[in-house]
């Protein structure tokens, strides 16, 4: 059974390539981090403050407008699998009452879910949470 997280802090350091979230589990103690890119990490800092508002639609904010111009609701975000350090994703959209999985990389997923408020819930298998959290 999926676990339900929050994005609980955003790292972002000018002189690494490497980005840091970190998921944090909603009714638990239990959290995680995960190495973004510097677009991914800056979009998804810019979407959580609250007074925030892109002149033009963004490449997450057309991911909505498609699905949402196709008849689907975006649902949910699923992190399902880490594999050689490398974690997977997908982004759920419903459509006539039916889920649909779109492959997606964990930091677009999440950055498409803090497009809506509240945040969009974002959920981990426990398979990737007990790999994640060992030493």
């Keep these: 059974m999926p676990v339900q997280m929050q994005l609980a802090r955003i790292i972002i350091s000018e002189i690494s390539d490497n980005q840091v979230i970190y998921l944090r589990e909603v009714d638990g103690d ?23 508002h892109p002149p033009r639609p963004l490449t997450h904010d057309l991911v909505v407008h498609v699905a949402e111009a196709l008849g689907a609701e975006v649902d949910s975000v699923v992190i399902s699998e880490l594999r050689d350090h490398t974690y997977f994703a997908h982004l759920r959209l419903k459509r006539d009452g039916e889920i649909i999985e779109i492959d997606s990389r964990p930091s677009d997923a999440i950055a498409v879910a803090v497009t809506f408020h509240p945040p969009l819930p974002i959920y981990v298998s426990e398979q990737v949470l007990e790999d994640a959290m060992k030493p």
């Design 30 to 52: 239990r959290q995680f981090p995960i190495l973004i890119g510097i677009f991914e990490a800056t979009n998804i800092d810019r979407r959580v403050k609250d007074d925030y």
